[in-house]
T-cell receptor, first 114, second 115 residues
């Protein structure tokens, strides 16, 4: 069975500091991994996806994610946080073994303080 | 690319009533997904269409729920005999077909409140 864990309900960081939002996953087969961001009363916006062979993938708005196969993790990172990055972030996984079901984590709220 | 459109944005109804939501995906996308999101949780998969064919349904989709995509374009999600527990945000997403790592594009959702 597929699962995604985002161990932190909230991450607090000062503007200009680096940020990390953690995600671990469990899936049969190889994973398709994604990060999405959600602002209040809006749908989810795609940030980035894992590309096979690239352990560090770059996405929108200066975000990047680090894939670690041995730790089954796909942590979201940004070198310098902005107040406008404050939002709800979701990690998602889908197995490559067939089926179309994408599993989302419970989300991590990022709060960037000026 | 006008984005995924969902209507209505908000729906308030009494318990026991039927409700129907509409989703208009991005026109070039042939995959369409429905999710349910409750407060403090991530989206939960409900069902998936490839063109007009409904290829996968979650066990969350009880017999009170039905989804259609009759011409492979827009989709509707109907909930019959609504219950308090149906109160949630219902999200629609669409994507290109092809490789499994195609990102999904989400609408802004329909928020359902059951009185």
């Amino acid at each position: 069975a597929q699962s995604v864990a985002q161990p932190e309900d909230q991450v607090n960081v000062a503007e200009g500091n680096p940020l990390t939002v953690k995600c671990t996953y469990s899936v049969s087969g190889n994973p398709y991994l994604f990060w999405y961001v959600q602002y209040p009363n809006r749908g989810l916006q795609f940030l980035l996806k894992y590309i096979t062979g690239d352990n560090l993938v770059k996405g929108s708005y200066g975000f990047e994610a680090e894939f670690n196969k041995s730790q089954t993790s796909f942590h979201l990172k940004k070198p310098s946080a902005l107040v406008s990055d404050s939002a709800l972030y979701f990690c998602a996984v889908r197995a490559d073994t067939g089926g179309f079901k994408t599993i989302f984590g419970a989300g991590t709220r990022l709060f960037v303080k000026a | 690319d006008t984005g995924v459109s969902q209507n209505p944005r908000h729906k308030i109804t009494k318990r026991g009533q039927n409700v129907t939501f509409r989703c208009d995906p991005i026109s070039e996308h042939n995959r369409l997904y429905w999710y349910r999101q409750t407060l403090g949780q991530g989206p939960e998969f409900l069902t998936y269409f490839q063109n007009e064919a409904q290829l996968e349904k979650s066990r969350l989709l009880s017999d009170r729920f039905s989804a259609e995509r009759p011409k492979g374009s827009f989709s509707t999600l109907e909930i019959q005999r609504t219950e308090q527990g149906d109160s949630a945000m219902y999200l629609c997403a669409s994507s290109f077909s092809g490789e499994g790592n195609q990102p999904q594009h989400f609408g802004d959702g329909t928020r359902l409140s059951i009185l």
